[in-house]
């Protein structure tokens, strides 16, 4: 079929457009695949605008990791994967370094992910499946538009569900689900502890929690099931946004063994304690002669030698963060070098996962092996993802462990190559622009978008020292953070941009007995964890779930607009998080009907009225309930009583 195309461009000239539907059922559920093209071929109409109708109350969930806004009815936004930015409209911080860098910023729409999907309350559901730069305009009462920079718009209606439950099981039977290959997770069984400076420093460091947690726990192995130490490669200080100082690290993807002297022997002896070790990585690489330690490979010099890297708009080699080449993963020959690479970090450090950064930076006008950047931009991190995915299963293959990796950025079927997410470089502040706050809706609208199993840097990364604004992390927040990262699917610290300027785990005693108390606690967690991966990987469901996901028909619910204030953990555990300094309780809203225990304390019993409920949250209990069916009784998985054995030994009540 055809159509004519109205507008105020189209007068005085006919523009016809191709339009086919292809209905199909895919796991049972009915889906609509709709194709529309621009058949007038010229260089004056290179976009499509689509405008429809949509429920004047209707809201919209999840365009990706959206980190301000929960419901997007109402706003106008691209959807694009890109740097988040730091401050993301905290002023005036943001202004401060959108001047020093153009865009650094960030404004509260950036984020990693281009995942242009999306549900509602009204049980609609879809998908563009186009790929190239998009934005959403939901600000009228009754129409929505979408304008997509191309001549085509490919996208995908999901129809014949009742809940959203059901619509994400459909979404996802098509974009791919999360948890098909996490395995028994005992890499993520415990706390992850992120550490930087070198072999001596990390020893220290790992065995100060370990000994807290045998004084705290004399019976139990350490609730430490893994290190990550993204400084492998070497240390690296700079400051390559102005005044903004950070420590970073090396791109060269090789161990700096100056730095870390008998590492290998430093993995080995903590795997015999079942502590794993995660390392990092990115598809960028830096001339490792400029590090100033010896070395055996420069990669940049070897990929440089063999084309491997994506070129700019003069053709000539790009080259973008901390002066690294990217490989061009639509090469395939870079993409098997690129994926050795990975390979024999893991295996000659005896690694056995990484962080997987960054994917949302090839260039708009990059040249490619295959086409260009301005129309692949969003596929890279698919790209990326898939090549780790690859490494990890050839991994595997030579050593029979199980690895796991964690990305930030994502493009539509990013979802299925990726173990789990984190939220990105979060600011060390409680704020829903760029903080605690921002990291709880990231993870909220990351599962109504398919992104199953989430994570944040506990206590957030970006630290800024510039003149009289300065943004360090406190011992509350590090510590408030840590209570609501026990509820999500990796308990996983950051030492942030300044380690030596923010608040750490062992800055005291009292937060390192803390955190290991929180720690135990999320360690009880890992059967219910387990269960609930088995739902991601089965129907695409989120751990981390947003209220409306497990009450979609509780109007008085969705008239509250809950961003960050509480979430629930899978169906059975209602968390409500202190996202504010100096607060001791928390106001918790029940779905009337619902019965709930507070913590394991089966006397705190509530009942859900459709209102508020004030619960004392001081800091060391946070404030969870358990779902009961029935009038006095408690859930009766084992789950459950895995938890209720770890909160005895943490001494953690009801009130």
Request: aromatic share 12%; net charge negative; glycine share 8%.
């Amino acid at each position: 079929p055809a159509g004519l195309l109205m507008g105020e461009m189209c007068e005085g000239s006919h523009h016809w457009v191709e339009i086919w539907f292809v209905s199909m059922n895919i796991s049972g559920y009915e889906q609509l695949d709709v194709s529309i093209t621009l058949t007038n071929k010229s260089d004056n109409y290179n976009s499509l605008q689509m405008t429809y109708s949509k429920g004047s109350t209707e809201r919209f969930y999840g365009f990706g990791h959206q980190f301000t806004q929960f419901n997007m009815a109402g706003w106008k936004f691209p959807v694009f994967s890109s740097e988040q930015g730091i401050g993301r409209g905290r002023e005036p911080l943001t202004k401060i370094l959108n001047k020093l860098v153009p865009g650094s910023g960030g404004n509260w729409y950036t984020t990693y992910t281009h995942v242009p999907f999306y549900t509602t309350s009204e049980h609609n559901a879809m998908l563009l499946e186009s790929t190239e730069y998009v934005e959403f305009n939901l600000e009228g009462s009754d129409q929505a538009t979408i304008e997509l920079s191309a001549p085509k718009m490919v996208f995908r209606l999901f129809a014949g569900c009742e809940n959203i439950s059901d619509l994400m099981t459909s979404y996802t039977a098509y974009a791919g689900r999360m948890g098909l290959n996490t395995g028994t997770q005992a890499v993520n069984r415990a706390a992850i502890l992120g550490l930087e400076g070198g072999t001596e420093a990390v020893t220290n460091r790992t065995q100060k929690v370990c000994d807290v947690a045998k004084t705290l726990f004399p019976t139990d192995a350490c609730p430490v099931s893994a290190l990550w130490l993204q400084d492998w490669t070497g240390e690296r200080n700079f400051t390559d946004l102005g005044a903004l100082q950070r420590v970073g690290l090396w791109w060269v993807w090789e161990l700096d063994k100056q730095h870390y002297p008998g590492f290998r022997e430093m993995t080995d002896s903590f795997a015999k304690q079942g502590i794993a070790t995660l390392i990092y990585f990115n598809p960028m690489i830096t001339d490792i002669s400029k590090r100033g330690t010896p070395y055996t490979c420069n990669y940049y010099k070897e990929g440089h030698d063999l084309g491997y890297f994506v070129k700019d708009k003069d053709d000539k080699e790009w080259l973008g963060y901390s002066e690294a080449a990217m490989v061009d993963l639509t090469n395939p020959n870079a993409t098997a070098w690129m994926k050795n690479i990975v390979v024999q970090g893991l295996i000659e450090t005896g690694s056995v996962g990484h962080m997987n950064d960054f994917g949302e930076s090839l260039p708009l006008d990059g040249h490619l092996y295959h086409g260009n950047g301005s129309s692949l931009h969003n596929q890279y991190p698919t790209l990326w993802a898939k090549l780790n995915e690859d490494a990890v299963a050839q991994c595997h293959a030579q050593t029979s462990l199980e690895y796991m990796y964690f990305m930030r950025s994502s493009g539509t079927f990013t979802s299925a190559h990726t173990p789990h997410f984190w939220m990105g470089d979060q600011l060390v502040v409680w704020d829903d622009y760029d903080g605690l706050k921002s990291a709880i809706i990231g993870m909220l609208s990351a599962g109504m978008s398919g992104h199953s199993l989430v994570h944040t840097d506990i206590g957030g990364y970006a630290t800024v020292d510039i003149a009289t604004v300065k943004f360090f992390r406190t011992k509350e927040l590090l510590m408030r953070w840590s209570e609501m990262a026990v509820f999500t699917s990796v308990f996983r610290t950051h030492l942030g941009t300044l380690p030596t300027s923010s608040w750490q785990i062992d800055s005291d005693q009292e937060t390192l007995e803390h955190f290991v108390r929180m720690a135990k606690l999320f360690e009880s967690l890992h059967s219910l964890r387990l269960a609930l991966t088995e739902d991601a990987s089965q129907f695409g469901w989120p751990m981390v779930r947003h209220m409306e996901f497990e009450f979609p028909d509780n109007a008085p619910l969705r008239s509250l607009d809950i961003r960050y204030e509480q979430f629930m953990l899978g169906s059975s555990l209602l968390v409500a998080p202190v996202t504010d300094p100096g607060v001791n309780a928390v106001k918790v809203w029940l779905p009337e009907g619902s019965r709930w225990i507070l913590r394991s304390d089966a006397t705190e019993q509530y009942i859900g009225n459709n209102d508020y409920t004030t619960i004392p949250a001081p800091i060391g209990q946070p404030c969870f309930l358990l779902r009961t069916p029935v009038a006095g009784d408690a859930p009766t998985a084992d789950w459950v009583d895995e938890l209720r054995a770890g909160l005895r030994k943490i001494r953690m009540h009801g009130r």
